[in-house]
């Protein structure tokens, strides 16, 4: 069902930014910049640049988690982002400040992996891709919380110039909610 907003009564709501770049750029440590407790689902293991900090929660997946990647991170987002009021509804956590996807690029290889190897005859699924990435950023923005979300780069058709290492239809999926899609380098 629809929503409607009078003029002069639409709601301000979390910025979603997806950020791509190289290994070091410091795409992990952007995570710290955000206000109060980060959630952060980590896909490719990079920690280190947020050790030592006291206000985001990890929920860190390995190749151990690969084939259930899907059912997992919805199972894990879910219990952590969602709670039940006094009320009896479900709400947001009110202690999340910020979700984060620490990188997409990994978890995306991972269900191109859980979507070929379920389909009969072997070949990827890109459109059960394309849809599973558009159905979490759609589930994304209906958090109405901050979310970052980081992919690794690669190079592009032009010597010196890098886009998001994921599936190009894929990526244009997921990144279709975003209000802020960047890249982000190191001066040498």
Sequence with gaps: MPKYFKEG??????????????KGTGKTSLSKEFPGLKLMF?????????????????IAYDQGD???????????????????????????NPEIG????DNVTALQNWVIDNIENGSKDGRQNWNLTQKWFRDLSSLLRKTDLPILATVHEMSGDVPGLFKP????????????????????????
Excluded: C, W
């Design 9 to 22: 009564h639409i709601p301000d709501v979390g910025n979603m930014y997806l950020i791509y770049g190289g």
């Design 98 to 101: 910020t979700i984060v996807l």
């Design 66 to 92: 690969a084939k259930q990647i899907q059912h997992q991170f919805m199972k894990d987002f879910y219990q952590q982002v969602y709670k039940t009021n006094e009320q009896g509804q479900t709400i947001i």
């Design 42 to 58: 980590n896909f490719d293991g990079s920690t280190n640049a947020i050790s030592g900090t006291d206000d985001i929660r990890v």
């Design 165 to 188: 290492d994921m599936n190009e239809k894929t990526f244009n999926a997921f990144a279709s909610t975003f209000d802020v899609v960047g890249h982000i380098y190191k001066h040498d």
